[in-house]
């Protein structure tokens, strides 16, 4: 298989594990309460291509049975192979997150947002060279979550790396070490519409983490066996999403100035702006605009990420 010889074709892949993961559910049902738990430990363990995502088929083999037992005659199994029928060539992002979208609101999900986080980060704020965020929220939720700077308190992204799978809204909501203030990003997203949700994390190659989060219109929750779908989903288009995106990345080299890359490399060493300015012969606010431009170029609102992202993209090296 390494030589490519009888490797098969993305859609031929695709059909199979459509196919496979049907045939594993079928062959589960009629499994005793005892047996189950067994015969989910002989499927596949969860495993992501460290190299290109253009191999979808293995990370989604990977996934096939989980937990369903009647797959066959299940609708939202019949809509995800659909939805996996759909996405095969297309390399639009904006047409892939539609895609997304369609599948979700098939279920009742009005709303979808898929957003690329910094590498360790616990907020919103978004590592340089990563896909960028795509979401159908209402625009005026989105503008107030901006203007209220909730990206950084937002309870879910703190808590999402702690989780191996989907998170739901409320558990977050109901959990004993959410603030008051953080639940008020809750309180507020269920005004303009968004009254139950589930997000899930996404691990990608080259350590591409993002998050997808699912919508409701209404206080019902997300059944279980959807959310598997879900997450399904999510990681189809994040690996699509990440594999497009390797081939667009900009050449960071010429996105800074000579100076600005001096400044972040002081930065990223520990020094301060009046330090920096002391070692460079020049002033702490010149100094200090350098590293705002630096801040800027990487869409970002603190030195630390802006030193993150310039790691990540190989302008500095410490």
């Known amino acids: 298989m390494r030589g490519g010889k009888n490797r098969p074709t993305a859609r031929e892949a695709d059909t199979s594990c459509r196919d496979s993961f049907v045939r594993d559910s079928q062959n589960m049902q009629g499994l005793s309460a005892k047996e189950m738990p067994m015969a989910r430990l002989r499927l596949a363990p969860i495993k992501l291509a460290r190299g290109a995502t253009t191999r979808v088929y293995e990370e989604f083999s990977a996934f096939r049975a989980t937990q369903l037992s009647n797959a066959a005659n299940d609708w939202v199994a019949v809509e995800f192979g659909r939805y996996l029928d759909q996405t095969y060539g297309v390399v639009q992002p904006r047409k892939l997150f539609d895609l997304m979208v369609a599948f979700a609101q098939k279920f009742d999900c009005s709303w979808t947002a898929y957003r690329p986080l910094a590498h360790g980060a616990k907020t919103s704020e978004l590592l340089y060279g990563a896909p960028e965020p795509m979401l159908n929220y209402p625009s005026e939720w989105q503008k107030r979550y901006r203007d209220m700077g909730y990206g950084q308190i937002d309870p879910v992204i703190k808590r999402i790396k702690r989780r191996p799978g989907?998170?739901?809204?409320t558990d977050v909501y109901a959990d004993a070490t959410t603030t008051e203030i953080e639940r008020r990003v809750f309180d507020e997203a269920a005004t303009f519409g968004l009254k139950s949700g589930v997000t899930v994390p996404l691990y990608g190659p080259n350590d591409r983490f993002a998050i997808t989060s699912f919508a409701k219109r209404t206080d019902h929750e997300i059944p279980g066996k959807l959310i598997m779908y879900l997450e399904l989903t999510s990681l189809h288009f994040?690996?699509?999403?990440?594999s497009l995106n390797e081939g667009r990345c900009i050449e960071s080299e010429a996105d800074l100035s000579t100076r600005e890359k001096e400044c972040i490399l002081w930065v990223a060493r520990g020094k301060s702006s009046l330090d920096i300015g002391r070692i460079l012969g020049i002033s702490e606010n010149t100094v200090n605009f350098h590293i705002k431009n630096c801040m800027r170029k990487f869409g970002c609102n603190s030195r630390?990420?802006?030193?993150?992202?310039?790691?990540?993209?190989?302008i500095i090296n410490t």
């Open 238 to 242: 994040h690996l699509k999403i990440s």
């Open 304 to 314: 630390t990420v802006a030193v993150v992202n310039a790691l990540k993209s190989g």
């Open 166 to 169: 989907a998170v739901r809204w």
